[in-house]
């Protein structure tokens, strides 16, 4: 499939063949995809808890408007994106430090520019952390769906649940916010999609002020 | 180019060929298809200002850490986030209403059920509504990444730059954020890319509590 047909074909599948499981090798695949998505200084603020089994599945269900999707997908997601995840004492950050050395893209010597460039973009605010952190995680996740589409999966991103449950329910700390939930699965081909829905077109889109 | 060459092959680049314009009619497409992206309710909260003038693209520069690149691609974007994007009297809120009613997705009697399904998610947290803000757009701006790279183009996603300033300097109105600029163009071909970047590992980034 070309670009086009995958950004085409990729539909927010709301029924999943119960009985067509996803092989741990394909979930790989589809991650190590989206892992190669950009943010801002490759800090790469994005982590995931891949649950398979029905009983996580249907804990999480409980808490996402009881949507029969979450359990009916071979995978549920939840995807976190990690507001601290440009702070000096973050473990990805420093191996993104000390790969940039190695790589001879940064010397020993930036490591005070590096920290100093990240807090003053991100440190004076809540909203620029938490921006930060969705953004990114933004880009991962929907290389994520496009990834799943080209590897022949089908996947629903989720904002109905209750974030603040979630949280609590999976013991997820407290530097994660999450920014949706994902099924990931094949379409059950017995049911029936809607077409495409509305988009905006580029004149909508493009604004100026 | 498959999907797995696309992803791999794009790249922030930080050198653009100027005299390499892109057409009105290629950065329509890129859009289009950036346009198909998902998001919650298919609300898509995101615009964004398109620079294309050297007066226009050296003020930004000026703004974001005087880094050359905003000026010497052909297009600068102001990517934006719309904070607001999910309350009843955002215009695009309405169309989506109506756009569905008119598919058979939603019966006029829904309305209130949108309404409320919507307050519920995104009414009680500054937080809430930032992250929805960002991370719907972050889908936008991943897949306006990929599509320019199906299309032949460069990008580069910055960070780097003053939110603040850019704010007032282009009269950008309080319900949006920025959650990146991105520099769209063709590749200096005399320029030469590092490799490129570590990125995280399938087990890096899937995590249990």
Chains 1, 2 share one sequence.
Not at 10 to 26: G, I, Q, T, Y
Request: glycine share 4%.
């Amino acid at each position: 499939m070309n670009f086009e047909d995958i950004v085409n074909s990729r539909r927010a599948v709301n029924f999943f063949d119960k009985d067509k499981d996803v092989s741990e090798e394909l979930l790989r695949e589809m991650v190590e995809l989206a892992a190669k998505s950009p943010s801002g200084f490759n800090l790469q603020p994005w982590n995931m808890i891949v649950l398979r089994d029905s009983e996580s599945k249907g804990r999480l269900q409980k808490l996402a408007w009881d949507q029969p999707k979450v359990s009916e997908a071979p995978i549920a997601l939840i995807i976190l994106a990690d507001i601290d995840g440009w702070k000096e004492e973050n473990k990805t950050v420093e191996k993104v430090f000390l790969e940039n050395v190695k790589a001879g893209i940064m010397s020993e010597e930036q490591r005070e520019w590096f920290k100093n460039a990240r807090d003053s973009i991100y440190g004076d605010s809540r909203d620029k952390q938490l921006a930060f952190a969705c953004k990114n995680t933004g880009f991962f996740a929907m290389t994520l769906m496009l990834a799943a589409k080209s590897l022949g999966l089908d996947t629903h991103p989720m904002d109905g649940f209750d974030h603040e449950g979630v949280i609590k329910e999976f013991n997820i700390p407290d530097n994660y916010w999450i920014p949706l939930l994902l099924a990931v699965g094949y379409f059950d081909k017995d049911k029936q999609l809607y077409p495409p829905k509305w988009r905006k077109s580029y004149d909508e889109i493009v604004v100026e002020f």
